[in-house]
């Protein structure tokens, strides 16, 4: 079972940057598919960006494009997020998600993902 702790998250004026990272404990993250899923208070979950385990397909919700990128190092067995020109509708908290056996039409659906981290806050002011 693979254990995924976030960090990274934090407060920063609109405009800046972030990158969130995810680690893998007592665990590999090779054959998984990550993503990173963002929850806001009385909002739902919503699928911000994922990549394959082999890293060469990635997908982003419409809203960060252009300005979020997500990358993984199998090696290290980590994710990350980087988050460019952050918004105040970029604040939630942010979980790091894998799963097995994805299909691509299925990666952008946080119920996807078996496992999840615990998740870091991010909070962009205006």
């Known amino acids: 079972q693979v254990q995924l702790v976030e960090s990274g998250g934090g407060l920063v004026q609109a405009g800046g940057s972030l990158r969130l990272s995810c680690a893998a404990a007592?665990?590999?993250?090779?054959?998984?598919?990550m993503a990173w899923i963002r929850q806001a208070p009385g909002k739902d979950r919503e699928f911000v960006a994922g990549?394959?385990?082999?890293?060469?397909?990635?997908r982003y919700a419409d809203s960060v494009k252009g300005r979020f990128t997500i990358s993984r190092d199998n090696a290290k067995n980590t994710a990350h997020l980087q988050m460019n020109n952050l918004k105040p509708d970029d604040s939630a908290i942010y979980s790091c998600?894998?799963?097995?056996?994805?299909?691509?039409?299925?990666?952008?659906?946080?119920?996807?993902?078996?496992?999840w981290g615990r998740g870091t806050q991010v909070t962009v002011s205006s």
């Open positions: 990549i394959r385990s082999s890293g060469g397909t990635t």
């Open positions: 007592g665990g590999t993250l090779n054959g998984y598919t």
């Open positions: 998600a894998a799963g097995r056996g994805i299909i691509l039409s299925s990666m952008t659906s946080p119920s996807s993902y078996a496992y």
